[in-house]
T-cell receptor, first 113, second 115 residues
Framework: GNSVTQMEGPVTLSEEAFLTINCTYT??????LFWYVQYPGEGLQLLLK?????DKGSNKGFEATYRKETTSFHLEKGSVQVSDSAVYFC????????????FGSGTKLNVKP | GAGVSQSPRYKVAKRGQDVALRCDPI?????LFWYQQALGQGPEFLTY????????KSGLPSDRFFAERPEGSVSTLKIQRTQQEDSAVYLC?????????????FGSGTRLTVV
């Protein structure tokens, strides 16, 4: 089946620290991979995506590389800001069923000044 | 509209009460989805519409849950005889393109608390 596993949070970092949030997946087909971010009181926003192996998605200083050999899609940022504090969700969409997304349980990031 | 709008933002229901949650998708988006997000968890799929047709309702947890989109735009998720385990945030999302490539646009959700 399809599933996504994320590292548990919360993750607490100081401003300008390096961020890694691990994400691994299992999929029956060849999935597309996504990171969504949820700020307090708001809906989920698409942060970045990758649709095939070795693709790198990037946005707002965040990056993630689609690693088929390790079934991973880890989120990284070189220097976090207080405004990055949010919950981050890794997700996949199986190309055999475009109508469902499978989400991880989310990782809360707290960035302290 | 500019985004996906959901109402109400918060709903408190007594156990056994019926509730109706509304979603206004982005204008022109033919695909509409409902997800349920329990506290501390990721969203879980409930149901999917393409225009007015409900093409997948495999995620609805019981026959107390019912969704409709009669004119292919606004959608309503109805929960009958609410139970405490129904307490969650209900998210609506819409998409106009290949979801596998572009993902969804989510609303802010309706937080349902059953007491």
């Amino acid at each position: 089946g399809n599933s996504v596993t994320q590292m548990e949070g919360p993750v607490t970092l100081s401003e300008e620290a390096f961020l890694t949030i691990n994400c691994t997946y299992t999929a029956t087909g060849y999935p597309s991979l996504f990171w969504y971010v949820q700020y307090p009181g708001e809906g989920l926003q698409l942060l970045l995506k990758a649709t095939k192996a070795d693709d790198k998605g990037s946005n707002k200083g965040f990056e993630a590389t689609y690693r088929k050999e390790t079934t991973s899609f880890h989120l990284e940022k070189g220097s976090v800001q207080v405004s990055d504090s949010a919950v981050y969700f890794c997700a996949l969409s199986d190309r055999n069923n475009f109508n469902k997304f499978y989400f991880g349980s989310g990782t809360k990031l707290n960035v302290k000044p | 509209g500019a985004g996906v709008s959901q109402s109400p933002r918060y709903k408190v229901a007594k156990r056994g009460q019926d509730v109706a949650l509304r979603c206004d998708p982005i204008s022109g988006h033919v695909s509409l989805f409902w997800y349920q997000q329990a506290l501390g968890q990721g969203p879980e799929f409930l149901t999917y519409f393409q225009n007015e047709a409900q093409l997948d309702k495999s995620g609805l947890p019981s026959d107390r849950f019912f969704a409709e989109r009669p004119e292919g735009s606004v959608s309503t998720l109805k929960i009958q005889r609410t139970q405490q385990e129904d307490s969650a945030v209900y998210l609506c999302a819409s998409s106009s393109k290949d979801r596998a490539l572009y993902g969804y646009t989510f609303g802010s959700g309706t937080r349902l608390t059953v007491v």
